[in-house]
């Protein structure tokens, strides 16, 4: 919890890589209005007793670091959260189940992450990050070796920069794909530049395996709205 004056509101910061990522979130938040900051996208808004900045702005550690020294500097949170989707590395995680790290691990160390209070289900672990998907389930079996319940491409460099601020971090995520799946389509060589997938790639690359690819791609799109649900209904419950 952050410690704060009795009925004050608390203004966190919460980082993703792509706007679907919060699609739950605002679903339950008032006052939603577009921001200027400079980043790819960002939508202020209200949910419960917290302010939120949401920010979100490709994938990568790189972008996330660089997301939060930017969005910080400009809304001053009283606490930051890596959020949106992740890879399971336990067997025990279903679609949509909910992450809320203990602890993140990077290139960089390893980061402690606090809980919200809340009433609902989740998962407590520790989430590992990298620097591109996880596309195989013999990668996943490596990964999880680390003692990592999870992997994102994100968290660490979130909580690094936290650490960095002297600001509160917290870590939740919803899972889109399971330890046990090899995936088809080749997201990483899709991921552009800017932290973003290159729709017109992935859709021209169906055609070598199109019976397996595109089905693929539909359940992901599916996932991943149940994951933004999930998402939004547990920070609805959540305090910070």
Sequence with gaps: MVHRAAGAIVKLLVVAAE????????????????????????????????????????????????TVDRAAAAFQPDAIVSAGFCGALDDKLDVASVVVATEVIGVNGRFSARAPATSLA?????????????????????????????????????????????LPFFCIKAVTDLAGEDMANDLNAAMRPDG??????????????????????????????RAARALGDFFADCRF
């Design 19 to 66: 706007e679907r990522e919060f699609r739950g979130i605002l679903a339950h938040a008032r006052h939603a209005r577009v921001a200027q900051m400079g980043v790819d996208w960002v939508r202020s808004a209200v949910l419960g007793e917290h302010d939120l900045l949401l920010v979100a702005n490709g994938a990568g550690p790189a972008r996330a670091a660089a």
């Design 122 to 166: 989740h998962h407590l672990g520790v989430v590992l990050t990298i620097d591109h998907v996880a596309q195989s389930a013999a990668e996943k079996r490596s990964l999880r070796q680390t003692g990592s319940i999870a992997v994102d491409m994100e968290a660490a460099a979130v909580a690094e920069r936290s650490g960095a601020l002297g």
């Design 196 to 225: 973003h997938f290159d729709t017109i790639k992935i859709l021209g690359s169906i055609f070598c395996r199109p019976l397996v690819r595109l089905p693929e791609l539909l359940r992901l799109r599916r996932r991943s709205a």
